[in-house]
Nanobody
Framework: QVQLVESGGGLVQAGGSLRLSCAAS????????MGWHRQGPGKQREFVAA???????SYADSVKGRFTISRDNAKNTVYLQMNSLKPEDTAVYYC?????????WGQGTQVTVSS
């Protein structure tokens, strides 16, 4: 089992920045992927960014050039640096870790971007 705890969400004006953190309860070294999804009001959950096989990164087109995903293996933590935020980035952001065939999710952290 892997428990994930997100933090760093909040209210920010358009153009501002936030950094989300996701701390895992055990070493993330063996994870197939670690990443973030989000679910906006009235929308389905969607992929945002991921680190795959330890080093390769992937981003949704809507966040490329604005968001950066990174990980700190020593702290079992994955980060999402979000810059140039837009109102359409408003959502609950969920941390996701895949280990083998197991898929783990955090409880989510709210990000609200005001115009």
């Amino acid at each position: 089992q892997v428990q994930l705890v997100e933090s760093g969400g909040g209210l920010v004006q358009a153009g501002g920045s936030l950094r989300l953190s996701c701390a895992a309860s055990r070493s993330s070294f063996s994870a197939n992927s670690m990443g973030w999804h989000r679910q906006g009001p009235g929308k389905q959950r969607e992929f945002v960014a991921a680190i795959i096989s330890g080093s390769r990164t992937s981003y949704a087109d809507s966040v490329k050039g604005r968001f950066t995903i990174s990980r700190d293996n020593a702290k079992n933590t994955v980060y999402l640096q979000m810059n140039s935020l837009k109102p359409e980035d408003t959502a609950v952001y969920y941390c996701n870790v895949v280990v083998g065939i197991n898929d783990y999710w955090g409880q989510g952290t709210q990000v609200t971007v005001s115009s």
